[in-house]
C-alpha cells in the first residue's frame, strides 16, 4: 500500500529527487566561483579585482662589524704600553697629544682599521713552512703528514699555555714558487709548483682548522706575474699570501748570490690586487707576509699601505742565537714599522751558534712589539 504521504508513483518520486541534488550541486558550485574569490582577494584576471596582498620582505641580516675596542687593546698590549700611560688613553681615543714630556712609543701605529672577521691581532697565528718535495727547506717536507700535524698542534698548545690571553690559529705556510740556481727554460730561476701540491697544503690545513699561506720565490720573475697565477687559491677565504724578498733578484743576478729585494710599489700593487679579490668575492681580510732579515730586503718601507681588506705582517727571517735574532729584530723589524710584525724559529740553524737553543716563548712575548706571527722551519 502506498504511504498516505505519498500520492506520486516511487519512480517519479526518484527522478525528482535527483533533479533535486543536481540542482543543489549546482548552487554551491555558482557560489563558489563567484562569491569565494572576493572573500580571499583573490584575482581572476580581471584589473577590477581586489588588490593581491603585499609580500613582506625579509629584513636584510646585518653585517659583522669589528670590535674596535678590542682591536686597539690588543695592539696596545702587543707594543707593552702600560694602562697608566698616558699614551694608552690617547691611543684608544685617536689622539697623538698626550704628553710634551713622555716620547711617543713608536709602537702600536696608527694605520687603516681592517674589516670585521680579521685575524690579527685576535689571534696569533703559528705556522709551519717548506715544501713538500725537499727535506732541506723547512718542516713541511721532512715528515710525513701525521709528524707534521702532530708537532705543529704541540706548538699550537705551547703557544696558548704561554699566552692564554690570545688563541692560537695554525697555518700552514707553502713555498709554491721556489728560487733556482739554474735559469729554466724562460730564465727565471724559479719553479712553480704542480697545484696538487698546493691542495695538499690545504688538506694539512684542514686537518688542524688552519688557514694555508702561499710563498712565493720569484727569481728573475715578478711578484706580480708569480701572484696573478694564484688568483684562483686566493680567491678561497683561507688562503694567503707571503712574498720572500731575498729572492726577489734584480740586475741578472741568480737567487743566492746577493740577497734580493722588493719594493714598496710591488708590495702596494699586491695589496690591491689581494683587496679587490675580497671585495669581488666577499672574503674577510687577507694576511700579507713579509720576509725581512736586512733593511735593503724591503725599500720605501714608509710607502706600504694597507688596507681594510689586508693585513700586513712584516716578518724577522733570520737565524742565529737568541741575542743575534733580538738584535736582528730590534734593527730592521720594530724601528720600521708598518702594521704587525713576525718572527721565524728555525730548529736547526738557530742551534748552529751558541748558545745552542731556540729562543723562549717568554722572550719572544716580551720583544717590543710582541710577535702576532710566528713560524717554524
Not at 698616558?86 to 696608527?110: D, E, R
Not at 730590534?330 to 721565524?344: C, D
Amino acid at each position: 500500500m502506498a504511504s498516505a504521504r505519498s500520492t506520486k508513483p516511487r519512480g517519479a518520486r526518484f527522478v525528482l529527487h535527483a533533479l533535486a541534488i543536481v540542482a543543489g550541486v549546482a548552487l554551491v558550485v555558482a557560489a563558489a566561483y563567484f562569491f569565494l574569490p572576493a572573500l580571499t582577494s583573490v584575482s581572476y584576471g580581471t584589473e577590477a579585482s581586489s588588490t593581491p596582498v603585499a609580500l613582506v620582505p625579509d629584513k636584510p641580516k646585518p653585517k659583522p662589524t669589528l670590535d674596535l675596542a678590542d682591536y686597539n687593546k690588543r695592539l696596545l698590549g702587543l707594543a707593552h704600553v702600560a694602562t697608566s700611560s698616558p699614551w694608552y688613553a690617547a691611543f684608544l681615543a685617536g689622539t697623538t697629544t698626550a704628553s710634551t714630556t713622555i716620547k711617543k712609543p713608536l709602537w702600536p701605529i696608527t694605520t687603516v682599521v681592517p674589516n670585521a672577521g680579521a685575524i690579527l691581532p685576535f689571534k696569533r697565528i703559528v705556522a709551519y713552512y717548506g715544501n713538500f718535495y725537499s727535506k732541506g727547506m723547512g718542516v713541511l717536507g721532512e715528515y710525513d703528514k701525521a709528524v707534521v700535524l702532530e708537532k705543529l698542534r704541540s706548538e699550537v698548545a705551547a703557544w696558548e699555555a704561554a699566552d692564554p690571553t690570545t688563541p692560537v690559529l695554525p697555518a700552514i705556510e707553502y713555498i709554491d714558487v721556489t728560487a733556482q740556481g739554474s735559469a729554466g727554460r724562460d730564465g727565471k730561476y724559479r719553479l712553480r709548483m704542480p697545484d696538487t701540491q698546493i691542495d695538499k697544503a690545504l688538506e694539512y690545513a684542514k686537518d688542524v682548522e688552519g688557514i694555508v699561506i702561499l710563498d712565493i720565490q720569484v727569481g728573475l720573475s715578478s711578484v706580480q706575474d708569480e701572484t696573478v697565477l694564484l688568483r684562483d687559491y686566493l680567491a678561497k677565504p683561507e688562503v694567503h699570501l707571503a712574498i720572500d724578498p731575498e729572492f726577489d733578484m734584480y740586475g741578472g743576478h741568480p737567487p743566492g748570490t746577493v740577497i734580493g729585494t722588493t719594493d714598496a710599489d710591488d708590495i702596494n700593487w699586491t695589496i690591491q690586487y689581494l683587496s679587490n679579490l675580497v671585495r669581488e668575492n666577499n672574503l674577510p681580510p687577507k694576511i700579507l707576509l713579509l720576509h725581512r732579515f736586512t733593511h735593503d730586503m724591503l725599500t720605501n718601507y714608509k710607502n706600504i699601505k694597507p688596507t681594510p681588506e689586508v693585513q700586513v705582517v712584516v716578518q724577522m727571517d733570520g737565524w742565529g742565537s737568541p741575542q743575534r735574532k733580538k738584535n736582528t729584530y730590534y734593527t730592521v723589524v720594530a724601528p720600521e714599522p708598518i702594521q704587525f710584525t713576525g718572527l721565524k724559529l728555525f730548529y736547526k740553524n738557530d742551534l748552529k751558534e751558541d748558545p745552542p737553543r731556540l729562543l723562549t716563548k717568554e722572550e719572544i712575548l716580551n720583544l717590543t712589539p710582541a710577535p702576532i706571527f710566528i713560524q717554524y722551519q
